[in-house]
């Protein structure tokens, strides 16, 4: 797997994959934004908060999905992540993590290597049990619950807070190139 910046070709593909209501449900941009545009993601990877990644198997040219940090903040060496899967095509066999936990690990080493964060956190809605699955196998640790704070159809959720240290990262192993 490797993560490479999201080439002009793709910007429309990936706003679509936040746009869809499957996804978008669980994502915040902030004021209230949920999908992204492909104008406010062309913005995000030209702008320093923001460490945008597309995610491709090491032997195919096929975007996955999109993985990456906002609030990137240099000073405090701290980050949040995100990750949208958009091609369910690739699968991994039975025994190993799914493209979409390899690729959020392979950003995490990014974010404690090249951009030098010490701390990355993150938040999950309550009810989202594939992401709460993958903050377990990556080494997040609870930190405590946002109350009420995530509307779904109308209705609240908590956000349940995670964070990891640099020392506590270990990078999956990603056996089979996707």
Known sequence: MRLVPIAPELIETVAGWTADPTVSRWLDFGNGVQALTPAALRIMTQRPMHCLRVFM??????????????????????AMPWIV?????YRHASGRPPASVVALSKLLTLGFTELGLESIYAWVVETNRACLRM???????YIGRQRHCHWID??????????ILAGEH?????????
């Open 170 to 178: 270990k990078e999956l192993p990603d056996d089979d190139g996707a």
């Open 154 to 163: 109308g209705k609240p959720y908590d956000r349940l807070l995670f964070d």
């Open 135 to 141: 903050n377990t196998k990556l080494n997040f640790r």
């Open 85 to 89: 899967l958009g091609n369910r095509t």
């Open 57 to 78: 198997p090491d032997d195919a040219d096929v975007a996955l999905g999109v993985v990456g940090f906002t609030n990137v903040d240099r000073n405090f060496k701290t």
